[in-house]
């Protein structure tokens, strides 16, 4: 089994690489998903975060997603805290979507906060998707995003630099849609190579 982290800013075009490799057979996980699932009420992360966050971050007895975000891309300082609940239950679940698939399988987790989990994860091969910064909150405007939730979420996110410094491919998204595939596909080669060699 070969194990790919796919990271890169928001807005980038993480998750058309994912569905594109996807395509080609890949098993792709969402780390975002799995973020919200391990916090779903009930779950022993929603008890933590509630107990350290209080009732302000709840609406109707759920959590106001809006609410928590708003609070923690404001203040490192909560974020960090939110980190330290969600990233070793990420892990934990990460561990148990893949220990019943094939030993052939080539699993990539989209996974935004590589860099910031100070690199707890441990991947066979890691993946950056790079974009220009204004491109990305192009893209982002259109999905519905404001300026200053946008700003504030780029703020939050590590420098592609700093993503790229530990890629060992980096896919640059600032052209076309077959641009882009070619990319994937060289990629891909790559990807089944190494996973026939381990």
Known sequence: ????????????????????????GAVVLDSDQIARDVVERGSTGFDQIVATFGDEILKNGELDRSALASLVFKDSAMRIKLEQITHPLIRQAFAKAISSLPDQSIVVNQIPL???SKHDYKF?????VSA???LRVER???????????????????????REAIADTVINN?????????QVEKLWEILQ???KVK
């Open 114 to 116: 590589l860099v910031e």
């Open 174 to 182: 600032e052209k076309s849609e077959q641009d882009l595939m070619q």
């Open 140 to 162: 982002l405007l259109k999905r519905g995003l404001t300026k200053e939730q946008i700003t504030s979420r780029i703020q939050a996110q590590s420098s592609d630099v700093q």
């Open 1 to 24: 089994m070969l194990t790919v982290a796919l990271t890169g800013g928001i807005g980038s075009g993480k998750t058309t690489v994912g569905e594109i490799l996807a395509g080609f």
């Open 193 to 195: 190579s190494k996973n």
């Open 124 to 128: 066979d091969y890691v993946v950056t």
């Open 132 to 134: 220009p910064e204004q």
